[in-house]
């Protein structure tokens, strides 16, 4: 158990749809992460936060956003879904340091279906 | 040109063996983190090693250990005596940026490597 928990586990909607992502990181770590593993594209990189504030942006789309609030927890949101955005999402932590050797650790992962 | 490079789609090793994963990277910055991730069939991430760039020694981690050769850029894995359990993707991972305290964090990852035991 890695510590970062997210919810829900599996998620199955319909295309336009909007849909929130919850992640909770492991005690005392200030950043998360979300990324977005699909067949096609491998895992990417979406959006980090840190300490509440947005630190850097991937290929995250315009129809997804992403917030971090005052407990740390986050939630990812996305809208006007479409077919292409069934994939697994991934929340990690990490303490957010600023050092190479800052470890992500990675929640289960929630797995979204559109259909 | 990709980052990080996992040429070895799958393979397969016989249980109790040694096998190596392989993984190159390509970076211009002089600080940087590698690090290797274990994805099981059930999806979760877990990570396994990390070696920074300016570590003299390859690092190690029970039965994992990174073999790192800086001029060459190449972080490969190393799982000795094989188990069942160690059945799953595998993912090489590259933090770039200078140790600063600030900047993005995030990993770029390569596509993996399936690895199968066999009894």
């Known amino acids: 158990d890695s510590g970062v928990t997210q919810t829900p586990k599996h998620l199955i909607t319909a295309t336009g749809q909007r849909v929130t992502l919850r992640c909770s990181p492991r005690?005392?770590?200030?950043?998360v992460y979300w990324y977005q593993q699909s067949l096609d594209q491998g895992l990417q990189f979406l959006i980090q936060?840190?300490?509440?504030?947005?630190?850097a942006k991937g290929n995250i789309l315009e129809r997804f956003s992403a917030q971090q609030f005052p407990d740390l927890h986050s939630e990812l949101n996305l809208s006007s879904l479409e077919l292409g955005d069934s994939a697994l999402y991934f929340c990690?932590?990490?303490?957010?340091?600023?050092?190479?050797?800052?470890?992500?650790?990675f929640g289960p992962g929630t797995r979204l279906t559109v259909l | 040109a990709q980052k990080i490079t996992q040429t070895q789609p799958g393979m397969f090793v016989q249980e109790k063996e040694a096998v190596t994963l392989d993984c190159t990277y390509d970076?211009?910055?002089?600080?940087?983190?590698l690090f290797w991730y274990k994805q099981p069939s059930s999806g979760e991430m877990i990570f396994l090693i990390y070696?920074?760039?300016?570590?003299?020694q390859n690092a190690t981690e029970g039965r994992y250990s990174l073999n790192f050769q800086k001029a060459r850029k190449s972080a490969n894995l190393v799982i000795s005596a094989s188990q069942l359990g160690d059945s799953a993707m595998y993912f090489c991972?590259?933090?770039?940026?200078?140790?600063?305290?600030?900047?993005?964090?995030?990993?770029?990852f390569g596509k993996g490597t399936k690895l199968s035991v066999i009894p």
């Open positions: 991972a590259m933090r770039e940026g200078r140790d600063s305290g600030a900047g993005s964090y995030q990993l770029t």
């Open positions: 970076t211009s910055d002089q600080s940087y983190g």
């Open positions: 990690a932590s990490s303490g957010g340091s600023g050092l190479s050797t800052d470890t992500q650790y």
């Open positions: 005690s005392g770590d200030l950043s």
């Open positions: 070696q920074g760039s300016y570590d003299e």
């Open positions: 936060y840190y300490n509440g504030e947005e630190r």
